[in-house]
Structures are given as C-alpha cells and as structure tokens.
C-alpha cells in the first residue's frame, strides 16, 4: 500500500492509499497475490469511495458541507452515504 498522487486543483494535491492487492506481484494464478486475491475496478473504487466518503463525514459538520467540499450534489452524496451506511460520528 502507498500513497499516490490521484488529483490537483490548483494549489490543493490530494494524495490516497491505493491497494489493489499486490498487483504488481501476480503469482501463477491471475486471482492470487502475495497480498490476496485481486479485486475488480468496481470493487476497488467502491471500496475507495466509502474511506473517502467517511473520512468527509468525520470532518465535516453535516452531508451538505461535505457535498459543497467534494464539489458534488447533496443528493448524490446523501444517496452514497445510505448505500454504503455511513453516518455522521
């Protein structure tokens, strides 16, 4: 797991963990990694798109903060946070 550079917006650079499962070790197998089986994209990203979505919603006062903070609607973000069950902490 490492960090890379996944966005830049003007002097903001976001760095992210992204762990694909030691995909850059492939055994024998094309579903076994040193790391563990290896996840599809959708799995990933989903997977990507909670951590983030809870990271927001510790730091933030409430969804709509988070949506204007991610540059994305309230309902979007509302509709996330249902499907992946997350609540404010």
Same mark, same amino acid.
């Given at each position: 797991?490492?960090? /890379?550079? #996944?966005?830049?917006? *003007?002097?903001?650079?976001?760095? $992210?963990? &992204?762990?694909?499962?030691?995909? %850059?070790?492939?055994?024998?197998?094309?579903?076994?990694?040193?790391?563990?089986?290896?996840?599809?994209? /959708?799995? #990933?990203?989903?997977? *990507?798109?909670?951590?983030?979505? $809870?990271? &927001?919603?510790?730091?933030?006062? %409430?969804?709509?903060?988070?949506?204007?903070?991610?540059?994305?609607?309230?309902?979007?973000?509302?509709? /996330?946070?249902?499907?992946?069950?997350?609540?404010?902490?």
């Amino acid at each position: 797991m490492g960090y /890379k550079l #996944i966005k830049e917006h *003007y002097d903001e650079v976001v760095y $992210a963990k &992204m762990d694909v499962a030691g995909a %850059n070790n492939l055994k024998e197998s094309p579903e076994e990694t040193e790391a563990g089986p290896i996840r599809s994209l /959708k799995e #990933i990203m989903n997977a *990507y798109e909670k951590e983030i979505l $809870a990271d &927001m919603m510790r730091k933030c006062q %409430n969804a709509s903060e988070a949506a204007r903070l991610l540059k994305i609607n309230k309902s979007t973000i509302s509709r /996330k946070l249902a499907r992946y069950n997350i609540k404010k902490k």
